[in-house]
Each structure stands twice: as C-alpha cells, then as structure tokens.
C-alpha cells in the first residue's frame, strides 16, 4: 500500500484563498479533457475554494491543481500553474477561437519505461512452427457446421448484445450522477 502524499502547508493556504476572480480566464481539465473557460463563481467548501466554471455554456464545477498538488475534488481541476503562464491575453483569445486543445485528452499515466516489464526477447519470429503450405497441405475436414466469414470479420453465431440489464443501469445510473454536476 502507498501512503497518501501529504500537501504542504504553504499550497493547503493557496486551496482555501481565491486564486481566481470571477470572469477570469483559465485552463482546466474536466474528466480528463482539457478545456478552457471563465470563472463565473466561488464558493467556500471544507477542502478548498470549488470554482464553478462556464465554457461555451455549460458550467463547471471545479478545484484547483497548484503545482504537483490538487485539492481533493479532481473531477474539474483548474490547471493554476499553466493558466499563469499562459496569461489572460492569450487565454481570451484561446476561448474566442475555440482553440483546438479544448477537448484533448490529458494523459497523466505516460505508459511504462522502456526498460521495465518486458522480456529479452527480441526474436519477432512466428508464433506457431508450422508453415501455410503444411496448414494447405493437411486435410481440412469441411461439413455443414462451417460457418461462412462475413462482411465485417464477426462470427454471427457468436455474437449478442450485452444482457446485463443491472450493469446498464448503473451505467445510467453514473452518467446521471455525473450530468447533475454540469449545467447547461
């Protein structure tokens, strides 16, 4: 188990003052998403300053991330640190033109090193020992129970849509939740 990474008292303080006016520009990430938008709102919660933020009409309820550090809702998180050194010129520009970063993903996990988790391996050879002319040349048994390839590569008698009607609904059930916090 990992123990959970203390905040420093110096970035807890900035959590619970306003770092942002209303109607200021920022960058934050919603759900992953990088989107820009302004401040339209603060309110005092027991982790921090929420942020509700407005971005081509829907709104936003956000916390902060100041360097390394977020408050502990991560939902929404204003990006503090980027939003500074973009500037608010360029950040109003940026929402005016619907600048193309808005809804590119954030990848926070870079994948792992090079060195690490793989085998030595290095031979790319076939997986199997037996060559196509041995697979031609063996007898093929073919009868009625064949079942003929279609147009898009899937087995027909194989395949069936999803019967789980309880997973469905608490899928349903988590997109509602997470539609009650945005806000046309």
Not at 12 to 31: D, E, H, R
Not at 79 to 88: E, F, K, N, T, V
Not at 163 to 174: C, F, P, R, S, Y
Request: charged content about 25%; hydrophobic content about 25%; glycine content about 10%.
């Amino acid at each position: 188990m990992t123990k959970k990474q203390l905040v420093p008292d110096t970035i807890q303080k900035q959590f619970n003052k306003i770092q942002f006016k209303q109607g200021q520009p920022v960058f934050f990430t919603w759900l992953g998403m990088k989107k820009y938008g302004h401040v339209i709102r603060t309110k005092q919660m027991g982790w921090g300053i929420m942020y509700t933020i407005d971005s081509e009409g829907t709104k936003y309820p956000c916390g902060v991330q100041i360097k390394m550090h977020k408050t502990p809702y991560t939902t929404g998180c204003i990006l503090a640190d980027d939003s500074r050194s973009i500037g608010d010129i360029e950040l109003e520009r940026r929402i005016q033109s619907g600048h193309s970063s808005t809804n590119t993903e954030v990848f926070s996990n870079a994948g792992r090193p090079n060195n690490e988790g793989r085998g030595n391996n290095n031979d790319s050879g076939r997986v199997s020992k037996t060559t196509s002319k041995q697979i031609a040349k063996s007898n093929v048994n073919i009868g009625k129970d064949v079942v003929s390839s279609s147009s898009t590569g899937v087995r027909n008698d194989i395949t069936k849509k999803r019967g789980n009607t309880k997973l469905d609904a608490a899928i349903q059930k988590q997109r509602d939740f997470l539609n009650g916090f945005i806000t046309s």
